[in-house]
C-alpha cells in the first residue's frame, strides 16, 4: 500500500495495482444466498452455463435494466441490435461503448449479420482483427498492431498508448513519425502508415483492454443468467443494494411492474428491514395492488417483491430491527393498541410514525387517514406504555395494557388513492397501492409513445407525442427571469425529461402538476443517450373510462366547413367511475374511500330514478370554440366529466358555435341523468342558458314495433 502518486510510483519501477469494487458482486452474492435459502438450491457462478439459450434472449430483447454495465438506453438499443450470441459479443459491445470506438458499433453490428463487407486495414491484420470483424475493439489490438505495424516492442507501445490517452500533443507528434518510419521500414507505404495512425489514435486512449472486458462481460452475464432463470432473488438483491438511492430504488421497481412482479408496500407484520420476497397470501388481482400494469394474474395467492420499513425515507434501519424482532418473537401485532404496548419508543418519533402511516405500513390495522388523526394518541400511548413497563407495572388482568390506558381511538375518513399516491411518491419512491403507471398501461396511446424503448435516434428533432405520468416538477429562471419548468414524465417502461420554455408554461401551467397523466407533444432532443422532449402542447388526462369523440366530431366539423374542434383528441380520456357513470370501485354503487368497506365519504352526485328516465329526453349543450384549441379540448374533457357524474339515460347533443356558424352532433357514447343541480354545473362552465332539456314520451305498449 503507497499515498504515493501514480507518476512518481511508476518512474520508480513499482507495479500499481487498483482494485475495484463492485457492486454488482454483492448483489450476486446476496443472490446466490437468497436462492440457496429460498429454493435449496447451491448456484456456482463459475459453473453457470455460458450458452444458455434463454439468457441470450434477454440480452437480445434490450430489457437489460438493472445489468452489469447494460443499463443505459443506448446500450440497450445497441444490444439489442447486436442480439449477443457469445460471450465475445458481449465483450465487444462492452469494450466499443466508450469514447472513440462508440463511432464503430454500427460497422461491428452490420459486419456481424453480413449487411457491411468485413474489411482490414491491411491483409497483415486480418489475424488480429477477423474475431472483431475487422475492427479495432480492444487496446491489445492497438498495441499488437504498433508491434506488427511498425517493429514496436510492447513497452514502447503501451508508451504510445498513454500518450494516446493523456493526449499529449509534442509527443503524439514524435511517435506519428516514429510510428510512420517503423511502418516504412517493415515495407508499407507512407500513406497506408499514416491512415493506421489515424485509425488507432481515437481507440488507443479509450479502449478496454481484453481481459478487463472479458471479466465485465463475464459478471453482465451473470446478471442476466440470475434475472431470467431467478428473477424475484435477483431483484430483491438489486433492491437492497440501491437503499441510498431512491430514484435507482424506483426504477427497478417500475421495471418490475414491466416483468409482472408484485412490489408490495412496507408492512408492519410482514415486511422486514431490507426488501424480502413474499411467498405467502400475496393476494394479486388484475391491476391490484402492487401488480404490474402488462402482468396478467388471476386471483389468488402468488410470491411478490415486499418493501423493506428501512426502504421508507426518514426510517432508519437500526429503529425498525426492534419493531421486527419483537413482531419475530411473539407474534403479529393484533392491532394499534398491541403495538403500543410491544414497540419499543425509544427509537420511535414522530417523524418517523408519521412516516411509517403514509407509506401503508399500518394498513393491516387501520386506515392511513385515522391514524394520522390519532398520530399524537399513539405516540402518548406508546410513550406511557414503555414508562409502564421499565416501572415493573402490569395489567391485573394480564396481556391488557400495563399504564392502564384506555385504547385509541381511530375515526375519521381514510386518505384519498391520490393522497396516497402522493406520499407513497415522497416516501418510496413510487406509488405502490395507487400507481398511475398502471392507468398508463390500459390507455389507448395510439398514436403516442407510452415507452422509451420506442424512440430513436432517427427521431432526433421530430415533432412526436408521448403519453406518460409527471412524477418531478422543477421551477427554473431565463435570465430574463422568465420562469420554465423541467419535468420528469414516467411512461409505463422508463421516464423522459420534458422541458417547458415561458411561452409554452404560460398558456399550460395548469397541467404541470406531479401525479397528472398527461400527452405532450413536442420535439424530441438528444444529448449523449439521454433523451428529452422540448413541449409544445399537453393535454391532462384522466383514466377510468375512454370515450373517443374525435372521430364523429371531426367528420361533423368537416362536413359543415369547420377546422374540426379537438380533432387530435382521440381517444379523449375523463374521470368516470365506471360505463356509463356507475361506479366502480366500491359497493352498492358508491365510489371506495379505499379501505374496501364500500362506505362514502362525500355526497354522491343524485342519480336519476326510473321514473324520471321512463320517457327518452336528450340534453342539448351549447359550446363555442375559441382560437386555443387546447383550453376547449380541456372545456370539453370537464364537461363531460361532469355529465357523467350524473348517472341516467338521458342522450347528449353538443351545440358547437364555430366559425359563425351552429355544427350539432351527438355524443352516442355517453349518458347522462339530467336534474337541476347538472344544469347548474354545467352552466357555471359554459354560461348563462348554455343548457336545455327536449322530452320525448314514451310509446304506449300497444304501439310498441315487435
Not at 472513440?100 to 491484420?125: V, W
Not at 462481460?217 to 432463470?229: E, G, N, V
Not at 358508491?590 to 354522491?604: D, E, I, M, V, W
Request: glycine share 10%; with cysteine; aromatic share 6%.
Amino acid at each position: 500500500m503507497t499515498q504515493f502518486s501514480m507518476d512518481p510510483v511508476a518512474k520508480l519501477g513499482l507495479l500499481k495495482m487498483d482494485f475495484l469494487g463492485l457492486t454488482n458482486l454483492t448483489i450476486l452474492d446476496r443472490a446466490v444466498k437468497l436462492v440457496k435459502e429460498r429454493r435449496g438450491e447451491a448456484v456456482d457462478l463459475n459453473n453457470l452455463p455460458l450458452d444458455d439459450p434463454e439468457t441470450f434472449e434477454l440480452l437480445s430483447s434490450g430489457n437489460t435494466s438493472d445489468l452489469f454495465q447494460l443499463e443505459s438506453a443506448g446500450m440497450q438499443r445497441y444490444i439489442k441490435e447486436l442480439k449477443p450470441s457469445n460471450l465475445g459479443d458481449i465483450s465487444a459491445m462492452i469494450a466499443l461503448y466508450r469514447p472513440g470506438p462508440m463511432e464503430h458499433i454500427d460497422r461491428f453490428i452490420n459486419a456481424k449479420f453480413g449487411r457491411e463487407e468485413i474489411t482490414y486495414p491491411h491483409p497483415s491484420l486480418k489475424d488480429l482483427l477477423d474475431e472483431t470483424y475487422g475492427v479495432i475493439v480492444y487496446q491489445d489490438q492497438v498495441l499488437l498492431i504498433l508491434q506488427q505495424f511498425a517493429g514496436y516492442t510492447l513497452g514502447e507501445a503501451d508508451i504510445v498508448r498513454k500518450a494516446m490517452g493523456k493526449k499529449i500533443s509534442s509527443l503524439m507528434v514524435q511517435e506519428r513519425e516514429k510510428f510512420v518510419a517503423g511502418a516504412q521500414a517493415k515495407g508499407f507505404d507512407q500513406t497506408l502508415a499514416v491512415a493506421v495512425f489515424d485509425l488507432i489514435e481515437p481507440f488507443a486512449g479509450y479502449a478496454f483492454n481484453k481481459a478487463h472486458s472479458v471479466s465485465y462481460a463475464l459478471i453482465s452475464y451473470w446478471t442476466s443468467y440470475f434475472k431470467k432463470h431467478y428473477t424475484l432473488e435477483y431483484m430483491a438483491s438489486v433492491l437492497n443494494s440501491r437503499l441510498d438511492n431512491p430514484e435507482k430504488v424506483a426504477g427497478t421497481i417500475n421495471e418490475c411492474f414491466r416483468m409482472g412482479i408484485p412490489v408490495l408496500l412496507p408492512d408492519i407484520n410482514r415486511s422486514e428491514e431490507l426488501f424480502i420476497i413474499d411467498d405467502h397470501g400475496v393476494q394479486v388481482e388484475d391491476g391490484g395492488a402492487g401488480s404490474s400494469p402488462n402482468s396478467i394474474t388471476s386471483s389468488g395467492p402468488s410470491s411478490g417483491l415486499r418493501m423493506g420499513l428501512s426502504a421508507i425515507k426518514s426510517v432508519g434501519e437500526g429503529a425498525v430491527r426492534p419493531l421486527v424482532a419483537e413482531r419475530k418473537e411473539n407474534g403479529p401485532f393484533d392491532s394499534i393498541d398491541d403495538f403500543c404496548r410491544r414497540a419499543n419508543s425509544k427509537g420511535l418519533n414522530r417523524r418517523m410514525l408519521e412516516s411509517l402511516v403514509k407509506a401503508g405500513a399500518f394498513d393491516s390495522l387501520a386506515s392511513r387517514g385515522a391514524l394520522l388523526n390519532a398520530l399524537d394518541q399513539v405516540i402518548a400511548t406508546a410513550q406511557m406504555e414503555a414508562k409502564a413497563r421499565e416501572s415493573g407495572q402490569t395489567s391485573m388482568f394480564g396481556g391488557g395494557s400495563a399504564s392502564g390506558a384506555p385504547g385509541i381511538t381511530l375515526d375519521g375518513p381514510d386518505a384519498s388513492n391520490n393522497e396516497k399516491a402522493s406520499w407513497e411518491r415522497e416516501l418510496l419512491g413510487v406509488p405502490l397501492s395507487y400507481n398511475p403507471l398502471k392507468e398508463l398501461a390500459a390507455l389507448d396511446s395510439t398514436g403516442s409513445i407510452s415507452s422509451t424503448g420506442e424512440l430513436d435516434e432517427e427521431m432526433k428533432g421530430q415533432a412526436i407525442s408521448v403519453v406518460g405520468h409527471l412524477s418531478t416538477v422543477s421551477s427554473r429562471e431565463t435570465r430574463e427571469h422568465k420562469k420554465f419548468i423541467i419535468a420528469t414524465m414516467e411512461l409505463v417502461s422508463g421516464s423522459l425529461e420534458v422541458m417547458v420554455w415561458p411561452d409554452v408554461l404560460e398558456r399550460t401551467s395548469e397541467n404541470w402538476k406531479e401525479g397528472n397523466l398527461l400527452r405532450v407533444a413536442g420535439k424530441l432532443r438528444l444529448r449523449g443517450d439521454e433523451y428529452s422532449l422540448v413541449c409544445e402542447q399537453v393535454e391532462s388526462l384522466v383514466v377510468n373510462q375512454t370515450v373517443s369523440l374525435a372521430s364523429n366530431e371531426t367528420a361533423v366539423g368537416k362536413a359543415n366547413g369547420t377546422n374540426g374542434m379537438n380533432s387530435d383528441l382521440d381517444p379523449l380520456v375523463v374521470p368516470v367511475g365506471g360505463t356509463n357513470g356507475s361506479a366502480q370501485n366500491g359497493q352498492n354503487g358508491h365510489p371506495s374511500n379505499g379501505n374496501g368497506n364500500g362506505k362514502q365519504t362525500s355526497p354522491a352526485p343524485p342519480v336519476a330514478s326510473p321514473a324520471v328516465n321512463a320517457g327518452s329526453r336528450t340534453v342539448s349543450i351549447g359550446v363555442t370554440e375559441t382560437q386555443d384549441p387546447l383550453a376547449d379540448a380541456h372545456l370539453l374533457r370537464e364537461v363531460v366529466g361532469v355529465l357523467l357524474e350524473y348517472q341516467g339515460t338521458d342522450k347528449i347533443k353538443l351545440q358547437i358555435s364555430t366559425g359563425g356558424h351552429r355544427v350539432v352532433m351527438d355524443l352516442p357514447t355517453v349518458s347522462t341523468g339530467y336534474c337541476p343541480l347538472l344544469q347548474e354545473r354545467l352552466e357555471e362552465l359554459l354560461g348563462h342558458e348554455t343548457v336545455t332539456v327536449q322530452e320525448q314520451q314514451p310509446q304506449d305498449i300497444d304501439d310498441a314495433a315487435f
